[in-house]
Antibody
Framework: QVQLQESGPGLVKPSETLSLTCTVS????????WNWIRQPPGKGLEWIGY???????NYNPSLKSRVTISVDTSKNQFSLKLSSVTAADTAVYYC????????????WGQGTTVTVSS | DIQLTQSPSFLSASVGDRVTITCRAS??????LAWYQQKAGKAPKLLIF???TLQSGVPSRFSGSGSGTEFTLTISSLQPEDFATYYC?????????FGPGTKVDIK
């Protein structure tokens, strides 16, 4: 079955760019919607955005000016870049799949903790 | 953004209890609602989509209902593995938003 695995630095300095990658195994990335979601410590879930296999993207307006999601079909990976980070961006970051947008997020990665600190 | 509220925020229940969690939307979202279960230190797990459709592999003691602005998640007979935090998510409008969560704890 499809599995997702996040990877990237666990510590990012303020004002720098957070970069994470999600590797998809057990299935092709060349279909469906591929999402990023985050969860600050002790808080709820926030949807960051998705990339559709064709390359189209949709971002949360609250983060849109700082977010880029891209896909590398040759590596079966998709990536998140979040620029100009502050302590408020400290969170567990999850990647997740939607087969059909309206049907929710059916497969999730285990999550990776990113701390923004100097 | 569409705001979701959940009630209660916390509930204490015993194994075998029937548990109901309510999710209310700030505007009509038809049936574009999903429910997730999250255990401590783990990723959320999709339980129900389209308000009432059980995700494959999810036990039948979980059920969802509702449309418009009011939705419920029901666990018919609480099992030890069900103690977790439950979130609703609306997918009617961008950005998709989550409720604040309901923590189900052991009485």
């Amino acid at each position: 079955q499809v599995q997702l695995q996040e990877s990237g630095p666990g510590l990012v300095k303020p004002s720098e760019t957070l970069s994470l990658t999600c590797t998809v195994s057990g299935g092709s990335i060349s279909t469906y919607y591929w999402n990023w979601i985050r969860q600050p410590p002790g808080k709820g879930l926030e949807w960051i955005g998705y990339i559709y296999y064709g390359g189209s993207t949709n971002y949360n307006p609250s983060l849109k000016s700082r977010v880029t999601i891209s896909v590398d079909t040759s590596k079966n990976q998709f990536s998140l870049k979040l620029s100009s980070v502050t302590a408020a961006d400290t969170a567990v970051y999850y990647c997740a799949r939607s087969i059909y947008y309206y049907y929710g997020l059916d497969v999730w990665g285990q999550g990776t903790t990113v701390t923004v600190s100097s | 953004d569409i705001q979701l509220t959940q009630s209660p925020s916390f509930l204490s229940a015993s194994v075998g209890d029937r548990v109901t969690i309510t999710c209310r939307a700030s505007q009509d979202i038809s049936t574009y609602l999903a429910w997730y279960q999250q255990k401590a230190g783990k990723a959320p797990k999709l339980l129900i989509f389209a308000a009432s459709t059980l995700q494959s592999g999810v036990p039948s003691r979980f059920s969802g209902s509702g449309s418009g602005t009011e939705f419920t998640l029901t666990i018919s007979s609480l099992q030890p593995e069900d103690f977790a935090t439950y979130y609703c998510q609306q997918l009617n409008s961008y950005p998709p938003t989550f409720g604040p969560g309901t923590k189900v704890d052991i009485k």
